[in-house]
């Protein structure tokens, strides 16, 4: 869990709440994603970012909300080790697959 005083909420608290959900989903998988999201959550951001939040504004806040989009999010997205050779191929080429920019001329200049 991050410190309270630490930024809450960065990749590396989201991926640890994705796999807890996850780990959660395989343990009792008769209950839905959306509460192991939502109790991935509450064990993994600190309550500065979530229940803190929510007393302020009086129920679900804003801030929780996205935290919740953004873990489910990264849960239904496939894990590396469910990547096939093209799908590794995919995310190793990204820069490359990329068009170039027009820069210095509009696509419109001759030369």
């Known amino acids: 869990m991050p410190h309270e005083y ?8 989201v991926d640890a709440a994705a796999r807890l959900a996850l780990d959660l989903s395989r343990q009792r998988p008769d209950i839905g994603m959306k509460v192991h999201v939502a109790e991935a959550v509450g064990r ?8 803190i939040e929510d007393a302020i504004e009086g129920g679900a806040s804003g ?6 989009d ?3 999010i990264r849960v ?16 190793d080429s990204f ?3 990329d068009p ?3 820069i210095g001329r509009s696509p419109q200049s001759k030369r």
Request: glycine share 2%; charged share 20%; hydrophobic share 40%.
């Open 6 to 13: 630490d930024d809450p909420i960065n990749s590396e608290t």
């Open 44 to 51: 993994t951001f600190c309550g500065c970012s979530t229940t």
């Open 63 to 68: 801030l929780h909300a996205a935290i919740l």
């Open 76 to 91: 239904a997205e496939p894990q590396v080790d469910d990547w096939d050779e093209v799908d590794q191929a995919s995310a």
């Open 100 to 102: 170039p920019a027009w």
């Open 70 to 72: 953004v873990v489910a």
């Open 95 to 97: 820069p490359a697959s």
